[in-house]
């Protein structure tokens, strides 16, 4: 005898399989929730920075009770000469340290992409070594260097060791975009008369440039900020980051925190400028 049978409509949710909906209600909160945590805990002691440079508060030194709004302390942001010149001196290692690690780790990539030699697995172990290795490790090891060679320390050996540290960044970065770059475009250049250099100039570094640039504003922004490896390679040398960590154990004025804010502002105006030049590139 057949046993009548109901067929179950396909939309209907069983007990096995839950509906979509309850899951996705508080399950979709997770990541945003997550980031957004995140972000507040990246940007927070810059915002707390910024608030700062406009309290209203002493001018030997800052006080953390807020005392009111004022912009008095951006015009009087060199007016602690000691602060300027340290000021001075981190833009000038940061500036020629750049230059240079940008320059000799541009070649290192290109070494390193296009060509196989002895030795090319060493100069890639050394590279990622660097970077990976505790900056108390790098500044001791330098000032070993520079103590058994008796080089004195001065602002010198602050960019020799800046440039040391930052070549390896401005190579990964640097290699990265060479990756994917069709070397058929040199070839047809060099087909139709250029030369090595003229094929260089006019097709492959405005194709790498923007690894180039982003490998120079790295190398700018982890110079500018260093501490440790400035602090063993300094002698009596005095960079805004060091000058800032003496300055805490008597008090920060406010200029500290104008200096910061400016500093900060010139990096992300350099970061969206560079975004926008490359879009219009796009």
């Known amino acids: 005898m057949a046993v009548a049978t109901r067929e179950v409509p396909s939309d209907v949710p069983t007990l096995s399989e839950p509906r979509p909906g309850r899951r996705r209600r508080w399950t ?7 980031t957004t945590l995140v972000l507040v805990y990246l940007v927070s002691p810059i915002l707390v920075m ?7 508060s002493g001018f030997k030194k800052v006080s953390f009770k807020w005392a009111g709004f004022t912009t008095k302390w951006y015009p009087r942001v060199f007016d602690k000469p000691d602060l300027t010149a ?6 000038i290692v940061a500036g020629i340290s750049t230059v240079i690690a940008t320059a000799f780790g541009t070649l290192i990539a290109l070494a390193l992409v296009r060509y196989r030699f002895r030795g090319r697995s060493a100069a890639d172990f050394v590279l990622f070594m660097n970077i990976s290795a505790p900056e108390i490790v790098l500044g001791a090891s330098l000032l070993s260097l520079f103590i058994t060679f008796g080089v004195p320390r001065a602002l010198p050996t602050i960019i020799i060791a800046h440039v040391m540290f930052n070549i390896a960044y401005v190579t990964v970065t640097v290699r990265a975009r060479l990756a994917g770059f069709d070397r058929s475009l040199e ?17 492959t570094f ?51 925190f104008v200096m910061g804010t400016l500093i900060f502002a010139g990096g992300v105006l350099l970061a969206v400028t560079n975004v926008v030049l490359q879009r219009r590139k796009a």
Do not use: C, H, M
């Open 187 to 203: 070839e047809a250049a060099q087909d139709l008369g250029a030369g090595p250099w003229t094929t260089f100039w006019k097709v």
């Open 86 to 91: 340290a000021l001075k001196n981190s833009l």
């Open 206 to 256: 405005p194709i790498i440039f923007p690894g180039i640039l982003a490998g120079a504003l790295l190398a700018f922004a982890l110079s500018i900020d260093d501490f440790v490896i400035t602090n063993f390679n300094a002698g009596t040398v005095q960079t805004f980051p060091l000058w800032v960590y003496g300055a805490v154990k008597v008090g920060i004025p406010p200029q500290v």
């Open 50 to 56: 910024i608030l700062y440079s406009f309290n209203n």
């Open 28 to 34: 979709r909160w997770i990541l945003p929730s997550y």
